[in-house]
């Protein structure tokens, strides 16, 4: 009895399991696979693994997409960490004069469609000749990741007691020492998590890598859909691109688990 | 919870600017002078051919055109409204059925969580390439399958109008429940054990349980999820771009295709301009109800 009723609790889970993971699954086989070990009628389910598709992407270049996701990632990263934890600590701290406009402003960037920002921001980052620039998506990417870092930031350093601060302030300690030595330290574990989910959703991003950057400076996101538009022979070397791309975001995810919630809903609810 | 107590503005002065100053020029330069710049093409008429000369001045033609005669809009917005009422509902549900079913203490709980975490943290372009290689003509091995149980035998997925929508809905279930079933979640593991257990003593049953207390006291939550989702799900664009393109013809062209195709590949700018104004005017409203409900659960 016991064995049926565990059976009864755990088969959906392993239902819901195996459709979750099977078509990731399914896209990682893929990347070891000849092509006509892929397009094979009946389905082939066993093959000898390769890794030519891998060597195959890197010889078209990808390593210089990975290199340009990888730029892009970090100088938005650091941007919108810095902007945006000094901000997150002034709306926790003190009373900013319109200061609920400006929170929600911040939100609005990033609860709006990216395309009504891409076309904007692609007018003028041409006139000022930043378009096709790792500055312009690093830009466009600091951006819809400022609400993240302001909203999350912002819950750490309320969760900071008042009262440490204040016995600092009156050691005679300036509200910068307060900041850097006391309140900023304090946080720096949410501070990790923030980083990783910044670089993530800048490294998962499209649009605005499509939009803003071409040629030598594209991003793997926006270059892995076009080897999709060659004669069919190339879909294993786009599952290996795609497991490229996902698995430093698994592994990444891994370590941000705890805050997985609040990550991705930018703060709005706490894990 | 008592309210923070706030230091007064005037006696930290310079150190505010320091926080704030920054964020503020941010904003301008990304989020100000574009939406100025959009303003003022969107009032001109912008093509690739005029683009160094700025333009003609149009007045509010762009808008009227859009609004009153562009039927490839309203196709577009009646799609991504069809889009959203399908998909939302489904992830909310099965993403509740998921939470419910897995809050409880089993070995190997937090080895499965991560698992079905894979969908929505992995990027949108990479779960619309999974997708397109399941339903690959004649060899996806989804398309294999249907043609098995006699489905597809001489069509694409793609190439039909409705199969293609249920695909790209399809896609972003996958991707997007596993995301809704972590919310909820959240909130029941929070959830106070003492009401249960009490319900439990006096015979409740697991529905009148679920009804009564976990379903109320999840209500904060659900908002957040369905609004977050109903946004996200109404700025769908990686997967189209990915899977369909819009394609066949427009039967699955979103707001957010449209857009991209008005802008940046029929260069008409000063309209992709309009069409950009009154999407982020749309999305301010959103973004207004949402800041509401996060700040209420906040406090």
Known sequence: MVHLKRLVYSLPVALVLFATVFPYLWIL??????????????VRWL???????????????????LLNSVIVGVSSTVLCLTIGTF?????????????????????ATRLGPPIAYALPMYLIFDRIGIANSY????????????????????????????EVEEAAFLDGCGPFRVFFKIALPMTYSGLAAVTIFVLIFSWNELLFALILTGGENRTLTAMIPSLVGHPKGLWPQVAAACMIQSVPVLVFIFFVQRYLVSGLTFGAVKG | MERLRKIDFASEKTFVWVCMLPVLAF??????????????????????????ARGEFIGLDNFRDLLSTDEKFYTAFWHT???????????????????????????????????????????PVVVGLIWLLFFLPSFGLLTQSLNYLGFFRNTGVFSSPETALVALMISDIWEWTPFVMLILLAGLTAMPKAPIEAARLDGASRADILWHI???????????????????????FDSVYVLTGGGPGDSTEMITTFAHRTSFMSWNLGYGAAVCLVLAFVSLVLAALFYKVAMGIQR
Do not use: C
């Not at chain 2, 998909?87 to 190997?108: C, D, K, M, S, T």
């Open chain 2, 81 to 123: 409204a069809l889009f959203v009422v399908v998909v939302v509902p489904i992830e909310f549900f099965g993403g509740l059925a998921i939470a419910l079913w897995i809050n409880r203490e089993f070995r190997g709980r937090r080895l499965i969580l991560t698992l079905i975490m894979i969908p929505t943290v992995i990027a």
């Open chain 1, 47 to 65: 093959f000898q693994p390769t890794v030519e598709s891998y060597v195959a992407i890197f010889d078209k270049g990808f390593d210089l997409f």
């Open chain 2, 214 to 236: 976990q379903i109320p006291l999840l209500k904060p939550l659900i908002i957040i999820a369905l609004l977050l989702r109903s946004i996200d799900a109404s700025k769908i």
């Open chain 1, 135 to 162: 500055l312009g998506v690093a830009l466009a990417h600091a951006t819809f990741n400022l609400v993240l870092v302001v909203w999350m930031m912002k819950s750490f350093f309320d969760d900071i007691p008042r």
């Open chain 1, 29 to 42: 086989l893929a990347s070891f696979k000849r092509h006509e070990d892929l397009f094979s009628r009946p």
């Open chain 2, 27 to 52: 904003l301008a330069l990304v989020a100000v002078a574009p939406t100025t710049v959009a303003l003022i093409d969107s009032v001109r008429h912008i093509s690739l051919t005029s683009f160094a």
């Open chain 1, 87 to 107: 901000a997150a600590y002034g709306f926790s701290r003190y009373k900013i004069p319109a200061g609920n406009h400006l929170f929600f402003y911040i939100l």
